[in-house]
């Protein structure tokens, strides 16, 4: 005997179709089901979504959540759970040195399922912004190989390749990243920001499966030409199968690149946050926020709801998230759209009027509910 929850009422995102539909859905202890596979024995209780939207977890892959250890981070469960957000990704805030507290005392401690990509600097950012300004700060290919080999949270490289981080190193820790990476066939998440190294360097060390975080930022050296046309380099890296992500963050995200992006081109992109404590009430907001602004853009909710669950799952090779197909994790996140005018800014203070925006109502992890909305 087991107990069947029967989410009804609710609007429902089919990752399989891209589409919203009103139907009903099932949870059997951690794990969404098919209602032929409910048995007689089950004990079976109703929940009403009122309407609300239901989607499965939603993932932000870009966070800084090692609060009071790293230079910058935030509460998890704040961003998380809270937001309507069931799993995190930790992006780089923790290198090998100081993986072992990041998981006492960050992914053991919160509610919130905190995935990490792990800093290719050995000290991450616990000891400064600049750790990849020199050779000795890299992780050695056998903590790389040790590490990986044995803690399964750890899904993938952070390497940030900007002039503040890597000072005089130029391409060489991206390089480093990638001899890593091609040992253990894990994705890179990469940075772009303010140049050097260009981008006409980074772009073409990425292969099928690597992430260009803050892709739409609106400094000099970006992702599109003058003409708003895509770079050689970043045309050719989308063709190849690299992943572009919206790393909003305090300053990488511009209403004015994403809308040039949007009129050419129909690539689809993750969505995530770069959140932490001072940038979580302004630029940022939540990654519902980010998703709102990106309504406000023009782009459909469908496509949106995509950005933050089946395709971040695909990204990171997260086989039983993004879904509510039967078989997969009950992570499941509730929403309403607000319709009420506001104002929403990027992270170069361009405000957006907006009548709609993301409210989380109620999150489930792992079958149970962890947060409802007052």
């Known amino acids: 005997m087991g107990k069947v929850t029967i989410i009804k009422n609710g609007i429902v995102f089919n990752a399989v179709n891209k589409a919203f539909t009103k139907k009903d859905v099932y949870v059997k202890d951690d794990e969404i089901i098919a209602e032929e596979d409910i048995e007689e024995t089950d004990l079976l209780t109703e929940w009403d979504a009122k309407g609300s ?97 044995s803690e399964l949270a750890i899904v993938g490289l952070k390497a940030r390749m900007s002039q503040s981080v890597v000072g005089n190193q130029g391409i060489r820790p991206l390089e480093h990243a990638r001899k890593l990476a091609d040992q253990t066939d894990t994705p890179i998440m990469v940075h772009i920001g303010s140049p050097p190294p260009p981008l006409n360097e980074i772009l073409p060390l990425l292969k099928n499966g690597d992430i260009v975080t803050h892709a739409f930022h609106g400094k000099k050296g970006g992702i599109l030409d003058e003409d708003g046309a895509l770079i050689p380099e970043a045309h050719e890296a989308l063709e190849r199968g690299v992943k572009f992500d919206v790393g909003h963050g305090t300053s990488s995200f511009s209403y004015q690149t994403i809308k040039r992006f949007k009129e050419n081109y129909s690539y689809p992109f993750t969505i995530s946050t770069d959140v932490y404590e001072k940038n979580f009430e302004q630029p940022v907001g939540s990654l519902m926020d980010t998703i709102s602004k990106l309504l406000a853009v023009g782009y459909d909710l469908e496509d949106l709801i995509e950005s933050v669950t089946i395709l971040p799952a695909r990204t990171l090779s997260l086989m039983n998230y993004g879904s509510l197909e039967p078989g997969k994790k009950a992570d499941i996140t509730m929403f309403h759209i607000e319709k009420k005018d506001r104002e929403l800014i990027d992270s170069h203070g361009e405000v957006m009027k907006v009548n709609q925006r993301l409210i989380p109502q109620t999150t489930w992890k792992n079958g149970k509910i962890v947060y409802q909305r007052g």
């Open 53 to 149: 939207y239901v989607a499965p977890g939603f993932i932000d892959m870009h966070v800084h959540v090692f609060e009071n250890f790293a230079q910058i981070g935030i509460n998890a469960d704040k961003i998380g759970i809270n937001q309507g957000v069931t799993t995190v990704v930790d992006a780089g805030s923790t290198g090998y040195k100081d993986y072992a507290q990041f998981k006492d005392k960050i992914i053991n401690q919160h509610t919130t399922e905190i995935l990490s990509l792990l800093n290719v600097s050995a000290t991450g950012l616990v000891e400064g912004l600049d750790e990849l300004s020199a050779p000795e700060k890299l992780m050695s290919e056998r903590a790389w190989e040790t590490i990986k080999a």
